[in-house]
């Protein structure tokens, strides 16, 4: 059975990448243009991994990541921040607001291959 990972970005170019990437590898990948409606499809399905951008219009990824984690479908899913934000104070937020791990951008497609390898059981 295919793994699902929901990518949430505001970027049609990443969430194409992404998409890109992760597909030839087996990966289901379903895509949200906010947070807020990442927060939407997450209230209707579980996903296996989240990848979520941080500055987005609607809805950020802290803010995303407080809702998801707030919902049953969000308990226990691995959540990666991927953005261009690589501030320390930043990193220490999402990981406060419920955050697994962080990437920048632009992503190492080798990379990001590994991360979700690992983090998807």
Same mark, same amino acid.
């Given at each position: 059975? &295919?793994? =699902? /990972? *929901?990518?949430?970005?505001? &970027?049609? &170019? #990443? ?6 990437? *992760? ?5 289901t990948?379903?895509?949200?243009? @906010? ?14 991994? #989240?990848?979520?951008? *941080? +500055?987005m219009?609607v809805? +950020?990824?802290?803010?995303? #990541?407080? %809702? =998801?984690?707030?919902? %049953? @479908?969000?308990?226990?899913? $691995?959540?990666?921040?991927? =953005?261009?934000? &690589?501030? $320390?104070? %930043?990193? !220490?937020?999402?990981? !406060? !607001?419920?955050?697994?791990?962080? *990437? @920048?951008? $632009?992503?190492? $497609?080798?990379?990001?291959i590994? /991360? ?6």
């Amino acid at each position: 059975m &295919s793994k =699902t /990972v *929901l990518t949430v970005d505001d &970027s049609d &170019s #990443i969430l194409k990448s992404i998409a890109f990437t *992760l597909e030839p590898e087996g990966y289901t990948v379903v895509t949200a243009e @906010n947070g807020q409606v990442g927060h939407q499809k997450v209230q209707g399905q579980r996903f296996d991994l #989240i990848i979520t951008d *941080l +500055n987005m219009p609607v809805m +950020n990824g802290f803010e995303f #990541i407080r %809702a =998801t984690r707030g919902e %049953a @479908n969000g308990q226990g899913v $691995p959540i990666v921040m991927l =953005t261009t934000e &690589s501030k $320390p104070e %930043a990193k !220490a937020e999402g990981k !406060a !607001a419920g955050a697994t791990g962080w *990437l @920048n951008k $632009p992503f190492d $497609p080798a990379k990001l291959i590994g /991360v979700v390898q690992k983090l998807i059981r």
